[in-house]
């Protein structure tokens, strides 16, 4: 299976975020329209975004699960379409869907679940293995940690190791900002970005932050709280501290921004 190139921004790869679920978080899904959906992915391409991410399952927290036939049947169409115009990674948690993605024109896997390492490698794709417990229902219960920075770098280590070992390409750790995790253990977690890209570089994995418009990011310290759609300098900010620190990928909302960002940084880094 021909892959497409990674292309990079600047200083770092942009993944542009296309959900094609009804109640996305960030309030940007599609739900069942997939010309929707194709449309969003293919401005995400044009506006520069190396990657495209599709999924069909919403993450956030007391999120419901979805049967995987209603997910087969948002994700395929716009991974097919989408991937005859760059890279598709497919965002799931069920093997079936992966490999349905993977035949349809997905290159890479984003597995919040952190458990799907072998079947990238079996899939001949590339990895992202993320750090989360419990499920969307649970996980904001199951936030006790004695050290969040040790703990979550021991976790996706553990996925990408499996996942080399099991044959996949280009493997990256995503700390899962968001998911499990306090206010304050999410800056914590943020503010380690070197730390963590340090440590998965050192084994010959890439770091992904995806922080875009979620929720710590509209707890200000001040006592306010910012809703969604007034979030996004924050996420601007936090993506370049993690380009900045060391991030190889950053998964967004807001893909034309951060490209320009990515391109800004990767100049300024180059000078």
């Not at 965002?91 to 035949?103: C, F, M, P, Y």
């Not at 050192?202 to 990011?217: A, D, N």
Request: aromatic share 4%; proline share 3%; charged share 20%.
């Amino acid at each position: 299976m021909a892959r497409l190139p990674f292309h990079r921004a600047g200083s770092a790869l942009v993944m542009g975020v296309c959900n094609v679920s009804p109640d996305s978080f960030a309030g940007d899904g599609h739900g069942a329209d997939h010309l929707e959906a194709i449309a969003h992915g293919n401005e995400l391409f044009a506006s520069g975004c190396s990657i495209v991410d599709v999924g069909g399952v919403s993450t956030r927290p007391g999120a419901s699960p979805v049967e995987e036939e209603v997910e087969l049947d948002r994700v395929l169409k716009v991974v097919q379409a989408l991937s005859t115009s760059g890279r598709v990674s497919i965002d799931t948690t069920s093997r079936e869907v992966a490999r349905r993605a993977v035949q349809a024109g997905a290159t890479m896997l984003n597995d919040v679940s952190g458990k799907l390492g072998d079947l990238a490698g079996e899939l001949g794709i590339g990895y992202i293995g993320m750090h989360s417990r419990g499920t969307p229902e649970t996980m904001q219960d199951l936030t006790d940690y004695d050290d969040v920075v040790a703990e979550v770098t021991a976790s996706i280590l553990s996925s990408c190791r499996r996942a080399a070992e099991s044959g996949a390409t280009d493997i990256y750790g995503d700390p899962g900002i968001g998911f499990a995790k306090t206010f304050s253990q999410n800056r914590v977690l943020l503010r380690a970005t070197s730390v963590l890209a340090a440590d998965l570089a050192r084994e010959g994995f890439g770091l992904l932050i995806g922080v875009s418009k979620k929720g710590f990011l509209g707890e200000g310290l001040q006592g306010r709280r910012y809703p969604i759609g007034e979030r996004s300098e924050q996420s601007l900010a936090a993506a370049v501290w993690a380009m900045a620190n060391g991030a190889a990928i950053l998964r967004v909302h807001d893909g034309i921004d951060t490209v320009r960002a990515a391109v800004l940084v990767g100049e300024i880094g180059t000078v």
